[in-house]
């Protein structure tokens, strides 16, 4: 079956209203933080890169069903057992059955302020010049990803600008589908809102994307 | 727990807090977490890393214009010179609003969101109504949010689809001469950095 992201939600028609949430409010059940730590934790130990959990989260099939942390955690459940670190009996029983994967990066509390404070940088040197400039018209590709793609379906052979080029980033459509880094240069890339939305939207409305230069060609 | 309805929270909260304590359980059995990392994850996004940080940036811009510059030009290196720095904000980006210009950020892919300076993003920024209506009606969100731009406003969308995290730094509020960077800080809400709210006016009720 091909390949099907469900969280690719700009400019669905939803109707819904935004409910705005006081500054303070960080949690609403009990469960969430700990679904936020542990997947925070199981991250640290580099079993698996950022653009393979947000790849294993968009392909839930209830995905939009759950909350944000619901997603969260099936997503953690999913990539403990595709790399082997917990098996599904383990998971339903709640307990460990089988041996844990031996040689694993575990994160220690003295370590956490240290590692969120470095983070997981993606930019990467530059090997080649960039293949736009910035002020140069760009037409985003048209053909859907049969993977994880970070290129919204909005945006999908729609003619922009490049406005900034933004150095070489780690390419998530690769590193989503372990094929390596495979460092690429990204742009933010700014479209018209008509060009996206059709003649109705307001001339004053402008949407930009960062784009990796694989999802762009040059426009004649 | 006092349940607050979320057009987007499903399930059920007590199978899903035993489904938690399950995976909690095995991966402390496996030896792959430990118990006291996830404490001091779950504190340092409760009480250290929050939209206090985004705020003390933004006063910082309104008084200094050297660090306003810098912000513009580097805004990772600037705002790590606060202090700030590290996962989901490691590639930064500042957008000022001017008086023609109005920036807002949305994630439509997932929910990215600069941590270092915004803290853990809020229900609503991760919600499907916000992250299909931003790009396309961003007039119509803000007025969600009871915010009404003049008509001429540029209204400029930042769907954050790769690493680099924006932060809005939201115009001065007027009648603020004479204010300390503590006090402009106390202005700065956490929406006015994301776009969908405006700084408090000072002597405001809140």
Known sequence: MSYQSRADLGGQDLRERVVPEPEGELFHAPWEPQALALTLAMGATGAWNLDMARSARETLPDYRALSYYQVWLGGLERLLIEHGLAAADEIAAGRMLHPPRPGLRVLQAVDVSGALAKGSPTQRPAATPPRFAAGQEVRTRAAVAEHHTRL??????????????????????????????????????????????????????????????????PVA | MSHTHHPDEGGEPAETDLRVRALRTVLEQKGYVDPAALDVLIDTYETKIGPRNGARVVARAWVDAAFRKWLLEDATAAIASLGYSGRQGEHMVALENTESLHNLVVCTLCSCYPWPVLGLPPTWYKSAPYRARAVKDPRGVLADFGV???????????????????????????????????????????????????????????
Not at chain 1, 190 to 206: D, K, Y
Not at chain 2, 157 to 166: L, M
């Open chain 2, 148 to 206: 009404t731009l003049a008509d001429a406003t540029e209204i400029r969308v930042w769907d954050s689809t790769a690493e680099v995290r924006y932060l809005v730094i939201p115009r001065r509020p007027a009648r603020t001469a004479g204010m300390t960077e503590e006090q402009l800080a106390a202005l700065v809400t956490r929406d006015s950095m994301i776009g969908t709210g405006l700084p408090r006016a000072p002597g405001g009720d809140r």
């Open chain 1, 152 to 217: 919204p379906g909005y945006a999908r052979g729609k003619i922009g600008r490049v406005e900034q080029i933004r150095g070489v980033h780690v390419f998530a459509d690769a590193n989503a589908q372990r094929l390596g880094e495979q460092p690429q240069w990204l742009y933010s890339v700014v479209f018209s809102a008509r060009e996206l939305w059709g003649a109705a939207a307001a001339p004053s409305h402008r949407v930009s994307i960062d784009a990796w230069e694989p999802y762009l060609e």
